[in-house]
């Protein structure tokens, strides 16, 4: 068999794909037992800690504090509550912990927790899940994220979630598709459905599937990692492009912008979002919210950029501060968009000095559309 130029390129590039998926599978797996070791932990203190008393309802906003002050974990609240709800979802995984994590359970606890096999008579004798529909615990942590496991943790009926994990490991699907099949009421659907196979192969047909990549960008990863949000969640190479320049732009034109932060994360309930880019302007005293989308204009990007500005205006106004401000562009190659968001401003000369200080439309819109004839002409 010869080995040429084209088959050196063919098998370094099999090789890194094979090896960044394996990478992935690492990660995922460890941030999916490293969280239900987290819940463990959380639930048996609940009902058997020797000073639980003290802290009662308030246990969790506690904890959180407590672990940022010592600056060993960041975890709001809500996370350390979803890692406590998928214990409780998932006792069975406590069959696929390594003996270096199960010796990270206290032995009190190690005695106390059901095993895999118990686990499962527990759901036999409710009735809910026959062992024919349950897929195996080690299954689950290999093919599921965490990510994964926290759309499927809100699913109370045991049947309906395990139709979820069946679908989503036999698709392959993202976060994303999970996300989109649970909210078009795909189970319910296919109960009703006449032809379930029929339904079945629709659903999966141009689902969109889980990639190494996309396991990686995933927010619990990069955050399980200790790496920067900018460093992963960029969409494309244009728009990162676009990003760079943006930044400079504004920085340049002198209007008192103040860089703060690049892809923004944050949690609105149990969602998180991401805004492009932050800055804090100095002469209008308020933080101006970028977003950028490498789309048409639709309402549902300004609807979230208004959450986003609602959100900021309640969670980061120091005293002294002026309610924020977004401003949502949208470009395509022959096409450019831009859109204030002024969530909540009903003062028509305090929106007139936003107007006066910001950049203008026309301004902002030039500049797009400069850039992305540059991308355009070097293609």
């Not at 098998?11 to 394996?22: G, H, K, P, S, T």
């Not at 190494?212 to 960008?217: E, G, K, T």
């Not at 676009?242 to 400079?248: H, N, V």
């Not at 200080?357 to 797009?368: A, D, S, T, V």
Request: proline residues 3%.
């Amino acid at each position: 068999m010869s080995f040429d130029f084209s088959a050196l390129v063919a098998a370094i590039r099999q090789v890194d794909e094979q090896m960044a998926a394996q990478a992935a599978r690492a990660v995922n797996i460890s941030l999916t037992l490293r969280n239900w070791v987290i819940g463990c932990y959380i639930r048996e203190y609940e009902q058997n800690g020797a000073d639980r008393a003290q802290y009662g309802q308030d246990l969790l906003n506690r904890l959180s504090s407590r672990l940022e002050e010592e600056g060993s974990v960041k975890y709001h609240s809500r996370e350390l509550r979803r890692c406590r709800e998928f214990y409780v979802a998932y006792p069975r995984i406590r069959g696929t912990l390594s003996p270096g994590f199960d010796r990270l359970l206290p032995q009190d606890i190690r005695k106390s927790l059901p095993t895999d096999s118990s686990a499962q008579s527990a759901l036999e004798i409710r009735g809910t899940v026959s062992p024919e529909l349950q897929v195996p615990a080690e299954r689950l942590v290999n093919s599921l994220s965490f990510s994964h496991f926290a759309e499927l943790i809100p699913i109370d009926e045991p049947l309906k979630r395990a139709f979820y994990e069946i679908e989503c490991i036999r698709g392959h699907w993202s976060v994303r598709e999970l996300k989109r099949q649970i909210g078009s009421l795909y189970y319910e659907r296919s109960g009703l459905s006449r032809d379930k196979k029929k339904l079945a192969a629709l659903a999966q047909a141009g689902a969109e599937q889980a990639e190494p990549q996309l396991a990686i960008r995933d927010p619990y990863v990069f955050e399980f990692l200790g790496i920067k949000s900018s460093e992963v969640m960029s969409e494309s190479d244009l728009e990162d492009a676009l990003l760079d320049k943006l930044q400079d732009f504004l920085l340049e034109l002198g209007h008192g912008f103040c860089f703060e932060a690049r892809q923004k994360r944050f949690l609105i309930g149990d969602t998180h979002g991401f805004v492009d880019l932050v800055f804090y302007h100095r002469i209008l005293k308020c933080h101006v919210l970028v977003e950028l989308k490498i789309e048409a204009f639709t309402h549902e990007n300004l609807g979230q950029l208004n959450t986003y500005v609602s959100w900021f205006r309640k969670n980061t106004m120091a005293d002294g501060d002026n309610p924020p401000v977004g401003i949502l562009l949208c470009a395509q190659k022959d096409h450019a968009l831009v859109e204030y968001a002024l969530a909540g401003m009903d003062n028509r000369l305090f929106v007139s000095k936003y107007q006066l200080e910001l950049p203008k439309k026309e301004e902002i819109q030039r500049f797009l559309e400069e850039q992305m004839r540059e991308v355009h002409d070097g293609q």
